[in-house]
């Protein structure tokens, strides 16, 4: 196998709000998940004072506003808590217990490793100052991707007139799994207000027809440069 090439939908609203027609992905968004659990104690909350609480939705969502403020401090980073449990969720008792996700993403593998050790040690001072235990559980670690095939998509890109831009993939692709083993190139179509996986999910049929022909005659440029180096 000599190059593997992959078209998708962006799954974002970057091509569509710069008005491009086709997305040269550069680089694979890397990603770490969490499971955190932080742990208080469970109280009456008309009848225990400010001072006297261990309130964990309150060092949770300090957690939660700090991974909105890591994703701001880092280019490219983003961060997002998408679940959240709450024991013994009722409403007159102050929660005991708080378990939620976190999801971390950076193109770049140093970046991506800072961003982690500022989740943990403000999980830590988290902990200290509200007096509670913050349990971290980094359990999945998927590292950032280059993609190494992108000027042949450039260059067929170019050749076809299409408008276009240099991006990165924010989610995950098989061509993030294929970068491993061969020169891989991906291609960005856009989709409308970056919707996916949902039954509002739109792309154009001259939105799709770009992308595969862009597919195409990337292929053809791989070819043709393969089959010089092999003379």
Known sequence: MGAFFEAHIEQGPILEDE???IGIVRLGQGIRWYNIEVVGRPS???TTPMHLRKDAMLAAS?????MNAIAHRHENGLGTVGFMQVWPNS?????GNVTFSADLRNPKPDVLLTMHEELLAFCKEIALDHGVDVNV?????FAPVEFNASDDVKAATEKLGYSHMDIYAGAGHDACYMADLVPTGMIFTPCLNGISH????????EECAAGANVLLHAMLEA????????Q
């Open 91 to 95: 409403r007159n008792t102050i929660p």
């Open 198 to 205: 949902n039954e509002a999910e739109y792309s154009s049929p």
């Open 19 to 21: 008005e491009k027609a």
């Open 62 to 66: 300090a957690i939660v506003t700090e």
């Open 223 to 230: 070819s043709e440069r393969i089959a010089k180096e092999h």
């Open 44 to 46: 009456h909350s008309g």
């Open 137 to 141: 559980d980094p359990f999945w670690y």
